[in-house]
């Protein structure tokens, strides 16, 4: 069982080889790397230093993040460097052809802001787009590869409007390592390449995406050298002419165009077309939020509100969790965490939607009072699924609720990326950002380098539930991108890809630091489980090894998947240290860096979250 003990344990062996790692590091090796042309970069899933550092999917991103701090640039200017590297480097879940949340934690005053970059459903979208002439639910897989699917792009109006109000660069200066990656190239990892060709038939019905990805007709070899010189001139003009011009000019036209009449591979099957026109494009604006917040075990959690279903869903989850004491028996302890997540997930799929269409009870989600009626419900034994919703209404101020038809579990797959960043200052950000499913609608816009978003399939099919399909309406979505405070102080960050799974993870990440006293990396390397509210919980066999007999016994059922996530975060540790964390085997590892590295402190991995 893993133990606060074991957990002990499993961090020296992370650390050891995180000290190796830093070595490389510390010898200037990424930078060096990045700067002088096509490589593999080192790769490290942990860092510990000072300066601000970085943690992404990949080393080209996390590489250019620890550049752009380098020359003096902060956690703003370095997460816009790294989300436009990654849509490079991870093609398949970033770039200007999707959307995310950007969530920006500003030293001086101790904000939290948030940015709701989340695409939009076209005007001319329509409730039944998704139903056939049946009436019932179209092809999924169909449906995901056609224009109808492509939701208006969010992610450069995040980078614009993060840059002209929390940052310190132009959007010229922190697009250049991302453009010089583009155009040198980028070596092919077993992921990606994994990728191209579990999805290869659809990359082939477009003929521009495969060019980009199927090099002669083929799955391109590990180790490949893969250029983009369309996306590093898309890069180059967007940074010369402006976030505006990209949703005004000719690139919106291109998108629009190619929304309308995906170009289809002669001997393909031809793919539908959406509504989009170059007015949706020109209409598209990235709104500044409050971020929804609750509290934990002393610990103040900063989340996503809707259009995302992130921060309520994590936070009620939590706020049950909050009502029990969850240090003693293990057993017990992630007993209750499945259950918790069951009935926040009953809650998420009745209310939760875009609020600026329909009347989500945030208030009332996020209560302590609410909650605290949630957990009356959890009892020895696991409840029957699906547990119905509850009733937040008495707990939400008053204000009105709309009661909609409850929606299904849309289908996920694992994708998006999500980056940290911390600068010198003490600034962070969190950014989650995706193009939904992995290549997202598999069409690229031709001579433009990136691929186009399928979001709008994170709308619910049927009409008249709280996420359903209307016009220049955002789809729900699950991502969590998180930063937690104390005392008004940041101490960790924290987020997820994974589509519905990214809440179970940030909330299981989370609890295995706030409640069983693991470090960062411990919490990240534990193995996950993800229930939401389904006859079994989805897990890892390394779950399922340890903990799966007794939770059996208290009527829980498991799934086995491959593995449940990709999360990248940072912690500030006592003495000012920092430390960033991502995978070590999850989706291939990720990248940590740190402006100026040290060796780990032995004793570092011992304790929980700092602060
Ligand atoms: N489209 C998903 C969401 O917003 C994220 C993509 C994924 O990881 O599946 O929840």
Do not use: C
């Amino acid at each position: 069982m893993l133990t606060n003990d074991a957990g002990r344990a499993l961090s020296r062996t992370a650390l050891g080889t995180a000290a190796v790692l830093l070595a490389t590091a510390a010898s200037g090796a990424p930078a060096r790397a990045a700067a002088s042309g096509p490589a593999t970069l080192p790769q490290q899933p942990v860092a510990y230093g000072t300066g601000g550092g970085a943690a992404t999917m990949s080393p080209y991103a996390t590489a250019s993040a620890i550049d752009v701090l380098k020359r003096g640039g902060n956690a703003v200017d370095g997460a816009v460097a790294a989300a436009a590297t990654l849509g490079v480097s991870e093609p398949f879940v970033a770039g200007p052809g999707g959307g995310g949340y950007f969530v920006y934690y500003r030293a001086r005053d101790r904000k939290v802001f948030v940015i709701d970059g989340r695409e939009t459903a076209p005007a001319g979208a329509r409730p039944d787009m998704f139903l056939g002439s049946d009436g019932k639910p179209a092809d999924f897989e169909q449906t995901v590869q056609s224009g109808l699917s492509v939701g208006v792009p969010g992610n450069v109006a995040t980078w614009d409007v993060a840059l002209k109000r929390f940052g310190t660069r132009s959007l010229a200066h922190v697009l250049k390592p991302a453009s010089s990656v583009a155009r040198r190239g980028y070596r092919l990892d077993r992921a990606l390449v994994d990728a191209i060709a579990k999805n290869r038939a659809k990359l082939a019905r477009f003929p521009a995406s495969a060019k980009q990805f199927l090099p002669g007709g083929n799955v391109p070899a590990v180790g490949h050298l893969l250029r983009n010189p369309d996306l590093a001139t898309t890069y180059d003009q967007i940074g010369r002419r402006g976030a505006r011009w990209f949703y005004t000019g000719p690139i919106a036209a291109a998108i629009a165009r190619t929304v309308q009449h995906p170009p289809a591979t002669p001997g393909t099957l031809a793919a539908a077309g959406g509504s989009m026109t170059p007015q949706d494009l020109a209409r598209y604006t990235a709104p500044v939020r409050d971020a929804v917040g609750w509290t934990y075990r002393g610990y103040r959690i900063h989340g996503m509100p809707p259009s995302s279903s992130g921060g309520t869903t994590v936070g009620e989850a939590m706020n049950i969790l909050g009502t029990f004491d969850q240090s003693g028996d293990r057993t017990e302890a992630l007993h209750r965490y499945l259950e918790a997540s069951k009935l926040a997930y009953a809650d998420r799929g009745q209310f939760l939607g875009d609020s600026a269409f329909v009347n989500v009870p945030v208030q009332g989600l996020l209560s302590t009072g609410f909650a605290k009626r949630r957990a009356g419900l959890i009892g020895p034994s696991a409840l029957t699924t699906p547990v119905a919703p509850g009733d937040p209404a008495p707990f939400n101020g008053g204000a009105a609720v709309t009661r909609s038809a409850p929606g299904p579990e849309a289908e996920q797959e694992q994708h998006t990326n999500h980056l940290v960043v911390a600068d010198k200052d003490g600034n962070v950000v969190s950014y989650t950002n995706t193009i939904e499913q992995i290549a997202g609608s598999g069409i690229t816009v031709a001579g433009r380098g990136f691929l186009l978003n399928n979001e709008l399939t994170d709308f619910n099919f049927p009409t008249g539930t709280a996420n359903s399909v209307a016009p220049g309406k955002r789809p729900r979505s699950s991502m969590s991108p998180t930063i937690v405070t104390r005392g008004g102080r940041v101490v960790e960050a924290i987020g997820s890809p994974g589509g519905a799974t990214i809440i179970t993870t940030v909330l299981q990440t989370l609890l295995n630091q706030l409640d069983f006293g693991m470090s960062l990396p411990e919490a990240i390397a534990a193995p996950r489980a993800s229930q939401r509210n389904g006859a079994r919980t989805e897990a890892e066999p390394a779950f399922i090894n340890t903990y799966g007999a007794a939770l059996q016994a208290k009527g829980q059922a498991f799934t086995p998947t491959d593995y449940i996530g990709i999360v990248a975060g940072l912690s500030f540790l006592p003495g000012g240290r920092l430390q960033t964390a991502t995978e070590s085997w999850r989706g291939g590892g990720g990248s940590a860096m740190v402006v100026r590295p040290e060796n780990p402190d032995p004793t570092m991995g011992a304790g929980a979250l700092g602060g």
